[in-house]
């Protein structure tokens, strides 16, 4: 189905593209309660709750990453307003996702370069230190790139957008500073970095050790079923990089058609949590690439130049109010 | 189910969070040292072969044009789309090195025959500052072509080559079983006391100032106007050290893979 059929399918549904958006909507709702509870009812400053803030810290930005690839709401201007409240939730500019995300990580190539969150920007022998180090190495390096992009870009709106997010994002956890100085760092601020740096993290959990070369061996998927509904599909990384413009509730079913005939079957994990413990708590050192050769059965895809182009102008068209 | 007191059992009263938060701060702290740590190492290794090279003048090549060696770095530019006086920004896309082989007569004497090598045998280390400086010379009757190419989506591509010739000073470094031979079109020991200055800088700095940024969150009246500073710098200094430590990473990568980038101004 193509995009515009497949929009005016969903036409029918109230305020939202699609019916499962609710389920993204919820993710920051809860997300701004467990914030607003900690900040303003001194009982709510527990560790449940801080740690749930945290970890849907972690989805606010999983939801940052959907949203950027398709607009969570009919109307182009509330999408535009929305990015700027996810924003707040991970103290960065969502629309960063743009350049560093759909248009660089999508395709691990920068005009010639790495990726700006490529795994071998982390060198620690000890692999549990790449996994804490890495975002202090990828999130400069892509907001650098993003800097870069900005000056060269064709998206009319994108320096504008980018600015209005960053201030709100910046300027409301800027008041509550001035509110209460302490009670805005540890149950603000926190949570924020937490989510935002781990959203970086998921670049190396997702494609170290894999060949970025292949179509279809260069991800690894975490394909639990609970794990996945709370994600919003996440887990299925290898689709969601060659069929960028396929919606995420659709990723589950695109998976088991097009990704498990083709890709080396260890790069389905059945279980996030077990291999985090398997690979930086239970092993010391950093694993050996896999050997990945000869696993991958045919393409089925177009050039990665032109999945880019595609990318390109998707979101030229989403950030167009 | 927890209720209330349950919740409160679990409290997260101020001194706890600010071991937390201290905690999280001073693992970043020492990780960004520590990575420092690691390419002092790398430099370290590189200074035993660096303080062994050898001053000479290429004699003779077998380049074309009496060309020893080059390096080059393939780029392309994109046109600056802010609007204001015309620009072009250059972004690296391969750096590469190539030795055609030739003679070197040796400062200390006697002659020194270099044998062909391409890239992954030998790198030739151009001085980044007079590189910078060429690469960023407009030409100006080529500005206006450049811009339009850079305009497009395929962009303005061009290679911006060091080369060694009949006549210059070069620095040899030789190779090493484990290692490549380099070429320095100058005396490399400057680059290394500099990039181990910036790297060293990084690492003792990083923690001075974490050190400094921690007495004062600490300091008494806990929780009071200097321990507020005291945690805003240290946020701050979270935020800052980390594309600090990436910058000093990029500036100390060998000559021959380093950054160029740069831009052309119309004008």
Known sequence: MSSAASESAHAETWLVRRREEWRQVGIVAVYWSLLAAMFVWPPARSVPVFAAACYFSFLNSVVIHNHLHQGVFHSKRLNLIWRAVLSFGALYPASANIPAHNLVHHHF????????????????????????????????????????????????????????????????????????????????????LYGARCILRINLIQHDRTDIRSEWNHSRNFVGRGFNWIMCNNGYHTIHHNRAGLHWSELAEAHQ???????DPRLDEPSMVAYLLRTYVLHWLRPARLDLSGAEAGSGLTSREHRRAEANDSAMAESTA | MIGLTGMLVLELDGMTMAVIALSLFWIHVLLISGAGVMDLVELGRLRRRVLAARAGEVRSARGPGGLLARNWVEQLGRLDRRGGPRQIHFHDRAQHSEVFGGQVALAEGGELELVPASAGQAAVWPELGERAKRAGQVDAERFGQAAVAAGKAKGFERIVETRIVVGDRVWVIDGEPASRMILADHDPRAWLARSIGLVLALVIGNVLVAGLCTLLALASPHFGWVSMIGAAGALGWFLAVQPLGVAVHDAVRSPDSAFLRGRWQDG
Not at chain 1, 171 to 177: I, N, R, Y
Not at chain 1, 257 to 263: A, F, K
């Open chain 1, 109 to 192: 190539d920068d005009d010639g370069q790495p990726d700006w969150a490529t795994p071998d920007c982390v060198r620690f022998r000890w692999n549990l230190l790449d996994l804490l180090h890495f975002p202090n190495v990828a999130g400069p390096q892509t907001f650098a790139g993003v800097q870069r992009w900005a000056l060269i870009s064709r998206h009319p709106n994108f320096v504008d957008q980018y600015r209005r997010e960053t201030a709100f994002a910046f300027g409301l956890t800027g008041v509550l500073f001035v509110i209460d100085f302490w009670t805005a760092l540890f149950f603000i601020v926190l949570p924020q």
């Open chain 1, 257 to 263: 058609r097009e990704v498990v005939p083709r890709q």
